[in-house]
Every structure is written in structure tokens, then in C-alpha cells.
């Protein structure tokens, strides 16, 4: 089974910029990669997804879009997510998920992803 691990989280001001990672095995490669979050109390939602193939294909939730940006390090097998003016709304826990077979199109539904990495944390605060 594959397994992903992130790391890149922390704590930083609003208008501040991190940039998460998660490694990942080369099985991964030709298949949908997301990153997802989850605030306390809330539910679990996607962020940003990306085909590992052809990298171009991605896909944004419009809450990120222009903020943030997927993408995936074929020769590293890394998925990576930078992320800019980030907001204390932007505060959860990230995850990286993939989802196996053929990425036909780009997905944000957690339904789709059975591998989750343990997770990273990002806190947005003054």
C-alpha cells in the first residue's frame, strides 16, 4: 500500500507563506494527488488536486484559488502545495492523499482518495 508522508507546516501571520510537501513513492506516479484540510469541527474538504502525470491538469477550490498552487516533483516523487497570503481561515490540519488507477480527471471528493498521509499543521494567527 502506498504511504505518504507530509511535512512543511507551522505557524505564521496573515499575509504569510508556507509550502507543504509529501513524499511519495513512485507508484503514485500516473494517478490523482490531493491535498486536503480539515479545521476543528469541520469537515473535511479539498483543497487542491493534481494529475501526476500530466501536471498541467489540476484542479482548486475556489476558497484557495489563486493562493495556492499543487504540484508534483516526478524526479523527487513529491507532491507539493504552495501556499500565499494565507488567512486564518486557512488553519486546519493538511493532508495529502492519492487516489489509485488512472487519473481521468482531477478530483477534490475525499471519497475518491484511499491513501491519507498522518497529516500536517498550519496555523494562521496574529
Known amino acids: 500500500q502506498v504511504q505518504l508522508e507530509e511535512s512543511g507546516g507551522g505557524s505564521v501571520q496573515p499575509g504569510g507563506s508556507l509550502k507543504l510537501a509529501c513524499l511519495a513513492p513512485s507508484s503514485t506516479y500516473r494517478s490523482c494527488m490531493a491535498w486536503f484540510r480539515q479545521a476543528p469541527g469541520k469537515q473535511r474538504e479539498g483543497v487542491a488536486s493534481?494529475?501526476?502525470?500530466?501536471?498541467?491538469?489540476?484542479r482548486y477550490d475556489n476558497s484557495v484559488k489563486g493562493r495556492f498552487t499543487i504540484t508534483y516533483d516526478g524526479a523527487l516523487n513529491t507532491l507539493y502545495l504552495d501556499m500565499k497570503s494565507l488567512r486564518p481561515e486557512d488553519t486546519a490540519m493538511y493532508y495529502c492523499a492519492h487516489k489509485p488507477g488512472i487519473c481521468w480527471l482531477p478530483s477534490l471528493a475525499d471519497s475518491d482518495y484511499t491513501t491519507w498521509g498522518q497529516g500536517t499543521q498550519v496555523t494562521v494567527s496574529s
Open positions: 493534481i494529475d501526476t502525470e500530466s501536471t498541467s491538469r489540476t
